[in-house]
């Protein structure tokens, strides 16, 4: 009879299998988990492939006619969130905008403007006397408020001001073609000559998709005839004739020309009112000037010394070009507007800012440095700026205080034509880094430079007036007022929404 306890029980054979197969299932269920990740993987490329080939949603039809951001935000919503964002009020050390209330009025329904920079430096009062702006110029807000801050600012009712105003302040596209019969150099001809008051009834939102963006392409386009005539001229003046901007720029220069058709210098030509971009000679300071003083423009009459002058206009194209980042072929947008990743898409930021505001996009991109250290290097070439202008405002003070003591003693027009020559030559090269936004970033040996032609002006101009006779002793309320000091970095910013 055979023991059959030694021999193995079949469950617990079934058990051995189960343990000897472990090692195989193990492998099983690592290539399954493995298959299902790459194919997780394909699956999630895949996705962002398309949506990177449809960069945007086709919600709506859009055209040339369409003026309305809202409507484009329909197709562009991440783009348009971030230009409703321009609403926002934050300062950096020496620019951007404070929130101060107000209280809204049947002429001006603003519940809150910006800080004004003629109390804060009360000496652009002096600069300016007999002018508008030294009635009410307030620190710039974002585009969100161009409009408005133009129609309700105070300069209206000190100066009735043109519908040519429009051409930076609006989205005008659609409104001169409109005008023009379809021809925008006609509309922007006819909405010129509008009193202001007119002009305004024409148009609806301020710088808008429209103004920037081809509907049909989305391709970025100039819409201003004043630069689109501008540029022509600036570039005849290199040997380039006949140069059309929207044909013969490429994208990267069009990342910066779409921001130039307002951040600019101009002038009202003629009785017509025509906008003019004076870059006949070039887009230097002195060779503008040197524009100026060939076709004889000057803006007003200064009230306290008698001389025709000028008033420079935020001309930031012509000191970018200037600079290092143009010649690096940096764009306004690689700063103002950098890229950014929203899941598969790369975008143009559209909330328009300082970079010092963004400094991790829009400067950390090239300088591998920390975000402390590259704001440290840019107030420190501001201050630097800030406080070689403040020599340049003192010594414009001291000649326009010269030619009025002199005026008021007694002196004839013809002993003062120098010196009044002086104050138009120091007061525009002033004014023109004065005006530019950047503090003296976008180029700083340049701007440095400008400043060093203005005080040697000023000066030049004290000493035209002592050469024409014995100056008499200034009166005390005469001094100019002290200069502002310079803004604490230590200070925190003041920000609203």
Not at 65 to 70: E, M, N, S, W
């Given at each position: 009879m055979s023991n059959d306890s030694s021999r193995p029980d079949p469950g617990k054979r079934g058990f051995l299998r189960s343990i000897g197969s472990g090692p195989t299932l193990v492998a099983a269920l690592i290539g399954a988990l493995a298959?299902?990740?790459?194919?997780?993987?394909?699956?999630?490329?895949?996705?962002?492939?398309?949506?990177?080939?449809?960069?945007?949603?086709?919600?709506?039809?859009?055209?040339?006619?369409?003026?309305?951001?809202?409507?484009?935000?329909?197709?562009?919503?991440?783009?348009?969130?971030?230009?409703?964002?321009?609403?926002?009020?934050?300062?950096?050390?020496?620019?951007?905008?404070?929130?101060?209330?107000?209280?809204?009025?049947?002429?001006?329904?603003?519940?809150?403007?910006?800080?004004?920079?003629?109390?804060?430096?009360?000496?652009?009062?002096?600069?300016?006397?007999?002018?508008?702006?030294?009635?009410?110029?307030?620190?710039?807000?974002?585009?969100?408020?161009?409009?408005?801050?133009?129609?309700?600012?105070?300069?209206?009712?000190?100066?009735?001001?043109?519908?040519?105003?429009?051409?930076?302040?609006?989205?005008?596209?659609?409104?001169?073609?409109?005008?023009?019969?379809?021809?925008?150099?006609?509309?922007?001809?006819?909405?010129?000559?509008?009193?202001?008051?007119?002009?305004?009834?024409?148009?609806?939102?301020?710088?808008?998709?429209?103004?920037?963006?081809?509907?049909?392409?989305?391709g970025l386009r100039v819409t201003r005839p004043g630069f689109i005539e501008g540029i022509r001229t600036y570039k005849a003046s290199q040997g380039i004739p006949d140069y059309d901007v929207n044909k013969m720029a490429t994208r990267q220069e069009l990342r910066s020309l779409a921001c130039a058709q307002c951040h600019v210098e101009y002038y009202f030509k003629g009785p017509e009112k025509r906008l003019t971009y004076p870059w006949h000679k070039g887009l230097e300071a002195e060779k503008i000037l040197a524009y100026y003083e060939e076709v004889g423009f000057s803006d007003w009459t200064h009230a306290e010394t008698g001389a025709k002058v000028l008033k420079a206009q935020h001309p930031e194209f012509e000191t970018w070009n200037q600079g290092i980042h143009a010649r690096s072929g940096v764009a306004c947008a690689d700063c103002h507007m950098p890229y950014m990743r929203v899941g598969a898409l790369k975008i143009s930021d559209h909330h328009v800012r300082s970079p010092l505001l963004n400094i991790n996009r829009a400067c950390q991109t090239c300088h591998k440095w920390s975000e402390a250290e590259l704001k440290d290097r840019v107030e420190s070439i501001q201050s630097r700026f800030f406080q070689l202008r403040n020599v340049a405002m003192d010594a414009l003070m001291a000649l326009i205080t010269d030619i009025d003591t002199a005026r008021k003693a007694g002196r004839s027009d013809a002993e003062l034509a120098g010196a009044r020559d002086f104050q138009r030559k120091a007061q525009f090269l002033l004014d023109f880094v004065e005006a530019e936004n950047s503090t003296g970033f976008h180029a700083p040996q340049e701007t440095t430079r400008v400043l060093g032609m203005s005080i040697d002006y000023a000066r030049k101009g004290q000493l035209a007036v002592r050469e024409s006779g014995n100056l008499p002793a200034a009166p005390a309320s005469s001094a100019s007022a002290a200069p502002p000091p310079l803004p604490s970095s230590s200070a925190p910013p003041a920000t609203s929404r």
């Open positions: 298959s299902a990740a790459v194919v997780g993987l394909l699956v999630n490329i895949f996705e962002r492939k398309s949506e990177a080939r449809n960069p945007f949603y086709r919600v709506v039809a859009l055209d040339d006619q369409t003026v309305d951001p809202a409507v484009w935000g329909k197709n562009f919503p991440m783009q348009y969130d971030a230009y409703k964002r321009t609403v926002d009020m934050v300062r950096t050390r020496f620019g951007g905008s404070e929130a101060h209330p107000r209280s809204p009025s049947q002429g001006d329904p603003r519940a809150v403007v910006s800080q004004q920079k003629i109390e804060e430096d009360p000496r652009l009062k002096k600069m300016w006397a007999g002018y508008a702006f030294a009635k009410d110029f307030r620190e710039e807000r974002g585009h969100a408020y161009m409009l408005d801050d133009q129609t309700f600012t105070e300069r209206q009712i000190a100066a009735k001001q043109p519908g040519t105003c429009m051409h930076c302040h609006a989205s005008v596209y659609v409104p001169y073609k409109r005008l023009g019969g379809g021809d925008l150099i006609k509309g922007f001809e006819k909405m010129n000559q509008m009193p202001y008051s007119e002009a305004r009834k024409e148009v609806e939102h301020p710088v808008a998709c429209i103004d920037c963006h081809d509907p049909a392409s989305m």
